[in-house]
């Protein structure tokens, strides 16, 4: 049974390392019937959290501010299976 992902890529390198390991994770899970979907964040307009408690809402986009997480809401609603791929920076 095919699942349905979504991949929220935080990294700001389209070519370092969590992009290639999210690329590799893509074809293999497409590979196997599975439909995925990625946000590359770095490149989308998202606007920070007011605290405004509105994401309670039942409404399909329930944030208040007017950015692209109108359009990783309904993936995120619709899909089985949601992937955080973020880069770690030490030393």
Excluded: W
């Excluded at 899970?29 to 964040?41: I, Q």
């Excluded at 950015?67 to 880069?87: G, S, W």
């Amino acid at each position: 049974m095919s699942k349905k992902i979504v991949i929220l890529n935080g990294s700001p390198r389209k070519k370092g390392n969590t992009s290639m390991l999210v690329k590799a994770f893509t074809q293999g899970a497409e590979s196997s019937g599975n439909t995925v979907t990625e946000f590359f964040l770095d490149s989308m307009e998202i606007h920070g959290c007011k605290g405004c408690f509105g994401g309670h809402s039942s409404k399909e986009c329930p944030c208040v501010q007017k950015d692209d997480m109108a359009l990783i809401y309904p993936a995120v609603k619709e899909c089985d299976v949601v992937v955080l791929a973020t880069p770690l920076y030490y030393l």
